[in-house]
């Protein structure tokens, strides 16, 4: 920098020196044309010290009068010394608010202070100055996607472009696991067949580490076993030669010192031939020259495309004929079928295929010559209480079909009964809550596919009071229940 300093005129010449804060620091001066002396001042470099530094051009020619001078306040522009973060907490919650302070000190004018997140600039700020100390305080949310990165805070002359200084603070971002469930990438979800081997791939992010991962079938805690082959490994599950009780839903739950996230819900399909819905063979029951629809229901994924029929007896093994059994679809055949003499009682097998595969094991089907049931026999009632009594009896012949067993309770002269009661493995009925002083009526069915078989009334009874009973528990009326019982065995009732 080069400071001039011209004085004209005055007898003697004057000299003409600098002088910075009162010391001299340059005399030299030159003469120019005509009463014209100058004195320049180089100064080569100015410092933060030099601020409000004085400079005085000062003339004198004699003792006899005052020197005349000039005088100039250095005025900088200067950029911050200083720049720091406080209180930097460590590590931060994900979705918390947090404040966080930044303090400059040393620009002049007083600095400008910005946020920023990596590149973006943030905006939630509030600052103040004191004297040639700034301070600004940052209130910010830090996700999940922060955790790594860099919280910088920048004070800038505002007056001079590219006067700034900056400090950046490394941030740890502490989250629950983030968790995502997909299938095998080299794997096709529409191209699963029994079979098959396939893996799954549970992609985690989580601050800190994870500590526990977890597999789970249709909300069932799949563990590795390898006898099964069911095997974890790392961040993957696989499963071979998969079947179809390996299809549904997929989860995986992981935790972490921040909680437990369990992943989306995979929904995983097997693909696999037919197979019956009931793996047991059917009875179905038929009077000979009774038509009856033979139902087959399977299961498969794709659904069926076609069927097939067999009959077997001990002589003979005859396909049935399509139209027989028109009445198909995806998931079952319904097969018309009418006995008329003694061979036409045997077996029919029902096979479907889909575009996986024919159905190995057909569904089977005893078809026996059947009717309605026999009546109940011998029917006792024990352990009666004022309240509650039990019903045993003895079951007829089942009519070649399997049977239950149903009790209808009607009170006096009702014809809709009060309850029904169904027993299925052997006619044995429990009544309780039953009311006091009222009149019952039992009657008990065995029922099969073909029907019920007649009624078998039971005396009426009347449940006392235990203060009030006395005697017998029941009163019989004889004349009543005979008259019941001859309109049950003609069909009456």
């Given at each position: 920098r080069?400071?001039?300093?011209?004085?004209?005129?005055?007898?003697?010449?004057?000299s003409?020196?600098?002088?910075?804060?009162?010391?001299?620091?340059?005399?030299?001066?030159?003469?120019?044309?005509g009463?014209?002396?100058?004195?320049?001042?180089?100064?080569?470099?100015?410092?933060?010290?030099?601020?409000?530094?004085?400079?005085t051009?000062?003339?004198?020619?004699?003792?006899?009068?005052q020197?005349?001078?000039?005088?100039v306040?250095?005025?900088?522009?200067?950029?911050?010394?200083?720049?720091n973060?406080?209180?930097?907490?460590?590590?931060?919650?994900?979705?918390?608010?947090?404040?966080?302070?930044?303090?400059?000190?040393?620009?002049?004018?007083?600095a400008?202070?910005?946020?920023?997140?990596?590149?973006?600039?943030?905006?939630?700020?509030?600052?103040?100055?004191?004297?040639?100390?700034?301070?600004?305080?940052l209130?910010?949310?830090?996700t999940?996607?922060?955790?790594?990165?860099?919280?910088?805070?920048?004070?800038?002359?505002?007056?001079?472009?590219?006067?700034?200084?900056?400090?950046?603070?490394?941030?740890?971002?502490?989250y629950p696991?983030?968790?995502?469930?997909?299938?095998?990438?080299?794997?096709?979800?529409?191209?699963?067949?029994?079979?098959?081997?396939?893996?799954?791939?549970?992609?985690?992010?989580a601050?800190?580490?994870?500590?526990?991962?977890?597999?789970?079938?249709?909300?069932?805690v799949?563990?590795?076993?390898?006898?099964?082959r069911?095997?974890?490994?790392?961040?993957?599950?696989?499963?071979?030669?998969?079947?179809?009780?390996?299809?549904?839903?997929?989860?995986?739950?992981?935790?972490?010192?921040?909680g437990?996230?369990?992943?989306?819900?995979?929904?995983?399909?097997v693909?696999y031939?037919?197979?019956?819905?009931?793996?047991?063979?059917?009875?179905?029951?038929?009077?000979?020259?009774?038509?009856?629809?033979?139902?087959?229901?399977?299961?498969?994924?794709?659904?069926?495309?076609?069927?097939?029929?067999?009959?077997?007896?001990?002589?003979?093994?005859?396909?049935?004929?399509?139209?027989?059994?028109?009445?198909?679809?995806?998931?079952?055949?319904?097969?018309?079928?009418?006995?008329?003499?003694?061979?036409?009682?045997g077996?029919?097998?029902?096979?479907?295929?889909?575009?996986?595969?024919?159905?190995?094991n057909?569904?089977?089907?005893?078809l026996?010559?059947?009717?309605?049931?026999?009546?109940?026999?011998?029917?006792?009632?024990?352990?009666?209480?004022?309240?509650?009594?039990?019903?045993?009896?003895?079951?007829?012949?089942?009519?070649?079909?399997?049977?239950?067993?149903?009790?209808?309770?009607?009170?006096?002269?009702?014809?809709?009964?009060?309850?029904n009661?169904?027993?299925?493995?052997?006619?044995?009925?429990?009544?309780?809550?039953?009311?006091?002083?009222?009149?019952?009526?039992?009657?008990?069915?065995a029922?099969?596919?073909?029907?019920?078989?007649?009624?078998?009334?039971?005396?009426?009874?009347?449940?006392?009071?235990?203060?009030?009973?006395?005697?017998?528990?029941?009163?019989?009326?004889?004349?009543?229940?005979?008259?019941?019982?001859?309109?049950?065995?003609?069909?009456?009732?």
């Open positions: 080069i400071l001039t300093c011209r004085t004209v005129g005055g007898h003697p010449k004057p003409v020196r600098w002088l910075v804060n009162g010391v001299v620091v340059d005399d030299e001066y030159e003469h120019d044309a009463d014209v002396i100058e004195n320049k001042l180089t100064w080569p470099s100015v410092s933060r010290k030099d601020l409000d530094a004085i400079f051009c000062q003339a004198q020619n004699t003792l006899l009068t020197p005349k001078d000039a005088a306040l250095l005025e900088l522009i200067l950029k911050p010394v200083t720049i973060i406080l209180k930097t907490d460590s590590p931060l919650v994900a979705d918390k608010r947090y404040e966080v302070t930044c303090e400059s000190a040393g620009s002049r004018p007083s400008i202070i910005t946020w920023y997140k990596g590149k973006r600039q943030l905006r939630r700020t509030k600052g103040e100055n004191m004297g040639n100390v700034t301070i600004s305080e209130s910010f949310v830090p999940t996607e922060d955790d790594g990165k860099y919280i910088t805070c920048r004070a800038e002359n505002p007056n001079v472009t590219g006067l700034f200084l900056e400090t950046s603070w490394k941030i740890d971002v502490v696991p983030i968790v995502h469930l997909s299938l095998g990438s080299t794997l096709n979800a529409d191209d699963i067949k029994e079979g098959d081997d396939v893996y799954f791939e549970c992609k985690v992010r601050n800190p580490p994870m500590r526990r991962l977890t597999w789970l079938h249709n909300d069932i799949l563990l590795h076993n390898m006898s099964s069911i095997i974890h490994s790392n961040q993957s599950l696989v499963l071979q030669k998969v079947t179809k009780q390996s299809a549904g839903i997929y989860r995986c739950s992981v935790v972490n010192s921040e437990e996230t369990v992943s989306n819900e995979l929904h995983f399909r693909q031939a037919p197979t019956c819905k009931n793996d047991k063979i059917m009875v179905v029951g038929a009077s000979r020259g009774e038509t009856i629809d033979v139902i087959c229901q399977i299961e498969s994924d794709p659904p069926a495309k076609s069927y097939k029929w067999k009959f077997n007896n001990s002589g003979e093994t005859i396909d049935m004929e399509a139209e027989r059994f028109a009445s198909s679809n995806g998931t079952l055949s319904i097969l018309k079928y009418t006995p008329i003499a003694e061979l036409d009682y077996s029919l097998s029902c096979w479907a295929a889909n575009d996986v595969g024919t159905q190995v057909p569904c089977v089907f005893q026996v010559a059947a009717g309605k049931p026999l009546a109940v026999k011998n029917c006792t009632l024990t352990n009666q209480t004022s309240s509650s009594v039990e019903i045993y009896c003895l079951p007829g012949f089942d009519g070649g079909l399997p049977q239950h067993f149903l009790l209808e309770l009607y009170t006096e002269n009702s014809l809709i009964p009060r309850y009661v169904t027993a299925f493995a052997e006619p044995y009925f429990f009544l309780d809550n039953l009311e006091t002083d009222v009149i019952f009526r039992m009657v008990v069915f029922v099969n596919s073909k029907g019920k078989s007649n009624g078998v009334v039971l005396e009426e009874i009347t449940f006392r009071d235990a203060e009030k009973r006395t005697g017998k528990l029941f009163i019989y009326r004889k004349k009543w229940v005979f008259l019941r019982c001859m309109a049950m065995a003609t069909g009456a009732l």
